[in-house]
């Protein structure tokens, strides 16, 4: 009897430090198609372990990580030729290409855009346990949080003031409810005209009748400027008036990592509140 269950308890023990052992496991080899959490695993000085990027990630530009795709469509075969330990990819990459990885054996880790700034700072954390990175993750996050409150306490005199922000031309987009940039805006005390909508497309009139105090517009080369050029014929515009359009870098707006989202707004709306 006392054999029976030594060996039982053996047996226990043995898939307890199985399972011990690949929740811990070295994370070497990383294939990330989402520009945002590349960004983040550089941050955590993550860098070399990234085998694998997407065609939009600024890496591929900068050193020899293959392109395996984009963040809706990836090549399944070369992912599996570089032998990744793990692989992020999109609640927008395609689903069957996911599933392929999946059969593979291939650990895929599925995120989508973060709906708010919480769940940002969620999914930051996340990022740190699948790789191994919880320290800089933890970091990141610290930092993020002092960032914000340090920028909710210096822009007091934004508060209150109507902000559209400009993310698409054709069709005209902005920032509707439930997305980390509108939770960005209300938990500064500002008000995004089009915070309350649940699609982001709307039309040059309902901006104007709505006569935002600031409008942000994001890079989207020279067709950003065209904007910039548009805009200030409504002189009547309070933002007009006032001076207060800017342009925002795509780079670190549409795809963030901490705590470089925080700072970058702290620049340029410290410059606002003068």
């Known amino acids: 009897m006392r054999k029976v269950l030594f060996r039982a308890a053996f047996v226990q023990l043995f898939f307890f430090f199985l399972f011990l052992n690949s929740l811990f496991a070295e994370i070497n080899r ?3 198609v989402v520009p945002s959490i590349t960004k983040q695993l550089i941050y955590f000085k993550a860098q070399e372990t990234i085998v694998g990027c997407s065609s939009y990630c600024k890496l591929a530009k900068d050193t020899n990580v293959q392109i395996v795709g984009n963040i809706i469509n990836i090549n399944v075969e070369k992912i599996y030729s570089l ?9 927008m990459t395609d689903v069957r290409d996911v599933e392929k990885l999946k059969k593979l054996g291939i650990k895929a880790a599925v995120f989508s855009y973060p709906k708010s ?14 790789t191994g990175y919880q320290k800089a993750a933890n970091k990141a996050i610290n930092i993020s949080k002092k960032l914000f409150a340090e920028l909710s306490n210096r822009c007091n005199a934004l508060k209150g003031k109507k902000v559209f922000m400009e993310i698409g031309v054709k069709p005209l987009y902005s920032v509707p409810k439930d997305t980390y940039l509108n ?8 008000i995004n005209i089009t915070g309350k909508l649940k699609d982001g497309i709307i039309n040059r009139e309902y901006v104007i009748k709505e ?6 517009i994001m890079d989207m080369g020279y067709k ?3 904007e910039i050029s548009y805009w200030h014929k409504f002189k009547f515009l309070n933002a007009v008036k006032n001076n207060k359009i800017l342009l ?9 990592a901490l705590p470089e989202f925080f700072e970058y707004f702290k620049k340029i709306l410290y410059r606002m509140c003068k």
């Open 30 to 32: 990383v294939v990330s």
């Open 183 to 190: 939770d960005f805006l209300l938990r500064l005390g500002l």
């Open 211 to 216: 006569n935002p105090d600031i409008i942000m």
């Open 224 to 226: 950003a400027k065209e």
């Open 248 to 256: 925002l870098e795509a780079d670190k707006v549409a795809s963030p």
């Open 83 to 91: 032998k990744p330990d793990i692989v992020f990819v999109s609640n």
């Open 117 to 130: 700034i919480e769940e940002f700072f969620t999914q930051v954390k996340e990022i740190g346990k699948l």
